[in-house]
Each structure stands twice: as C-alpha cells, then as structure tokens.
C-alpha cells in the first residue's frame, strides 16, 4: 500500500465490544441515507436503536460494495448464506417513505 494513502486508525475498547442488531432501519433523502440499528429481542414489541450510522450516497454506495465483495468472499470461504425473511418495504404511516426495515428472525446466527 502507497504511504500517502494509509489511514491511523484507532479503536476505542468500548467501541470494540461493539452491539449486537438484528434489525436495520435504512432511509434516505436526497443528500444522505441513515442506518439504524437495533435489537429486537422475543417477547418484547420494542426494539431501542443502539446504533446510527449517516452516510453520504457516494460512501454509501461503497459500503454496499464492499458489503457485497466481503460475502462473495466469506461464502466461496465457509458457504452459501440462506436468507428466509429478506425485509419488507415501508408500507405503514410510522415508517418514512424511501426506508426499509431490514429484520432477522431472532434466535437465528
């Protein structure tokens, strides 16, 4: 790697635990998307956002390739991913238009 292009990066320990989601929230207006992330845990019809990330399209257009090329590798590595509930578009009044609720089941890894 070229000298000129390394970035220093460092990783606080508490932002290393990191959190745990299965559900994401993505919207997105003219200028940026935002992705919630959250935990929706059985038994409970509240899921708390414990992460949001605000991304330029640009960057997140790069994060949706890197995303993809990451799988490809992990499953020609370890297996095909199965996917059983793919997300749903925004259909009631809560949910802004443009978002989609992108949810796992619970209990699944």
Request: no cysteine; glycine share 6%.
């Amino acid at each position: 790697m070229d000298k000129k292009h390394e970035i220093d990066i460092e990783l606080d320990e508490a932002v290393a635990q990191g959190n745990y989601a299965n559900l994401a929230i993505i919207s997105h207006s003219a200028s940026e998307f935002v992705i919630d992330f959250a935990a929706l845990m059985p038994g409970v019809p509240k899921a708390k956002v414990k992460n949001r990330i605000i991304l330029a399209p640009e960057h997140a257009k790069r994060l949706l390739m890197s995303l993809q090329d990451n799988i490809t590798r992990y499953e020609s590595n370890v297996g095909r991913i199965n996917i059983t509930n793919t997300g749903k578009q925004a259909e009631s009044q809560d949910e802004q238009p443009g978002s989609m609720t992108v949810g796992f089941n619970v209990g699944e890894a």
